[in-house]
């Protein structure tokens, strides 16, 4: 499941892929919520502590990492993969590749140095219906309709 940017939408894929015999994978986009004026980070946590006493089939693979401080806020949640642009690894590297200890604190801050709003944290049930979620979401219509439009231009160039 990419482009996942609810709690509400990891909930679904949980419930969806229950007995899966291969770990399921869903991704959230952390740096377009942060776009927005959202703490994307604040979901990767929300899933993660959701997921903390399920059955372990479903990983959460943080996505638009844009700074260095949304991968120290990865690594320091457990998140088990990560997509991370060059610039960012590049940026870690002058940094001597630092790993977040015991004192790590992730600073919620926008690119405009606003505080970036809290998305708060839902009790789901991890046992109903994956249609009995909310999987609905402004960003998420949004990423469709550009995956879309990328697919058409790659069919109009190989026509």
Not at 15 to 38: H, I, M, N, W
Not at 41 to 57: A, P, T
Not at 102 to 108: G, I, T
Not at 110 to 127: C, F, H, M, P, V
Request: neutral net charge; contains cysteine; glycine residues 6%.
């Amino acid at each position: 499941m990419t482009l996942c940017f609810s709690q509400d939408q990891a909930a679904a894929v949980y419930a969806a892929t229950k007995g899966s015999k291969e770990p399921v994978y869903v991704s959230p986009f952390v740096g377009r919520l942060d776009d927005q004026g959202e703490n994307g980070m604040d979901v990767v946590k929300n899933i993660k502590k959701m997921f903390k006493n399920g059955d372990g089939h479903v990983h959460v693979l943080a996505a638009s990492i844009r700074h260095v401080d949304h991968l120290l806020a990865s690594f320091a949640m457990d998140v088990e993969l990560t997509t991370v642009p060059a610039k960012v690894l590049a940026e870690w590297a002058t940094r001597t590749f630092p790993m977040p200890d015991q004192h790590f604190s992730y600073k919620a801050v926008g690119d405009s140095g606003k505080l970036l709003r809290a998305i708060t944290y839902k009790e789901l049930d991890l046992n109903l219906p994956w249609q009995s979620f909310d999987v609905a979401h402004e960003l998420t219509k949004v990423g469709i309709q550009k995956f879309v439009a990328d697919y058409r231009s790659t069919l109009k160039r190989s026509a």
